[in-house]
């Protein structure tokens, strides 16, 4: 668990430090959606919502269709594990810098869930 969090805190250290808005979401307490990632963020005026995970954790049934609704409304929708933390922070530095690279980095973040 503290590992988990550790993580949580250098994807949030980095997207502070790059002037990202950002709102940890907790699901599943009362009152909440479940299925909802883990970070709704606004990049650059991109929205890009992140599913964090542990390196051998899973995502829910709920938890992929969520990703697939942003995705296909527009957004960015990311399922990250720490060994995509590095080509996590190249997409949102090319997404800051308008990039076209930007593209290219999260069709391959995508394809760990579609």
């Not at 668990?1 to 805190?9: D, G, I, L, T, V």
């Not at 990049?43 to 938890?63: D, S």
């Not at 922070?89 to 308008?98: E, G, R, S, T």
């Amino acid at each position: 668990m503290a590992a988990e969090k550790n993580f949580e805190n250098r994807v949030k250290k980095f997207l502070k430090e790059h002037g990202a808005w950002f709102i940890k979401y907790w699901g599943g307490a009362a009152f909440t959606k479940a299925g909802v990632p883990d970070l709704l963020c606004c990049v650059n005026g991109r929205f890009i919502a992140v599913e964090l995970k542990a390196p051998t954790g899973k995502a829910t049934e709920l938890q992929l269709h969520t990703l697939k609704e942003i995705d296909s409304s527009g957004g960015y929708a990311v399922l990250l594990y720490p060994n995509d933390f590095e080509l996590f922070k190249n997409f949102i530095l090319c997404v800051i810098a308008d990039d076209e690279n930007a593209k290219h980095n999260y069709r391959m973040l995508k394809g760990r869930w579609c």
